[in-house]
T-cell receptor, first 117, second 117 residues
């Protein structure tokens, strides 16, 4: 099983609809979760971070976290063509190297979202 | 947030040669990470660079092929050595600073698009 798995894409939604992106993870002790957006040919940019169970809203974006089910999702309301991009789910995995503990991000394979007018 | 300047942005290199990619952060950061992203794929972590210690490499990546330097808290380099066409990819550097109670998001450089001919 992959450490971080996203719903298979690509996902196509009409403008104004809600886009739903899902992610499951295998490391039960993970505490931090991130959604990144990556436009073609660009580097990833952070959209949302979430640390606690429940919903977190920021404008048109809502992240949802359920640690018991090891599930994190991103909802995009009123989708716009400019939202068309690849969305990457990232899970913080704690590790230890040389006596130093730190978190490193493990990324899902990404979901390509297309919002058509 | 942190602003990361990565260079070169792209390069075309002859097989058998080496390329060093540089990353400069506008503030001190705890950890820097180097990723590889094949076309249409997600991010694969190559190694983690902690100032003052040797880099920690992920499975499948070795120091002889990808030597990394981290001379201070704002700078890191990745060298792709003895290149072959299979090394053609986008290389991304990333930086994180850790707060006591939360793991912060990672910021990314603009990426280096490497083509080996």
């Amino acid at each position: 099983q992959k450490e971080v798995e996203q719903n298979s894409g690509p996902l196509s939604v009409p403008e104004g609809a809600i886009a739903s992106l899902n992610c499951t993870y295998s490391d039960r002790v993970s505490q931090s979760f991130f959604w990144y957006r990556q436009y073609s040919g660009k580097s990833p940019e952070l959209i949302m971070s979430i640390y606690s169970n429940g919903d977190k809203e920021d404008g048109r974006f809502t992240a949802q976290l359920n640690k018991a089910s090891q599930y994190v999702s991103l909802l995009i309301r009123d989708s716009q063509p400019s939202d068309s991009a690849t969305y990457l789910c990232a899970v913080n995995v704690m590790t230890n190297a040389g006596g130093t503990s730190y978190g490193k991000l493990t990324f899902g394979q990404g979901t390509i979202l297309t919002v058509h007018p | 947030s942190a602003v990361i300047s990565q260079k070169p942005s792209r390069d075309i290199c002859q097989r058998g040669t080496s390329l060093t990619i540089q990353c400069q952060v506008d503030s001190q950061v705890t950890m820097m990470f180097w990723y590889r992203q094949q076309p249409g794929q997600s991010l694969t972590l190559i190694a983690t660079a902690n100032q003052g210690s040797e880099a920690t490499y992920e499975s499948g990546f070795v120091i002889d092929k990808f030597p990394i330097s981290r001379p201070n808290l704002t700078f890191s380099t990745l060298t792709v050595s003895n290149m072959s066409p299979e090394d053609s990819s986008i290389y991304l550097c990333s930086a994180r600073t850790y707060r006591v109670s939360l793991d912060t998001e990672a910021f990314f450089g603009q990426g280096t698009r490497l083509t080996v001919v």
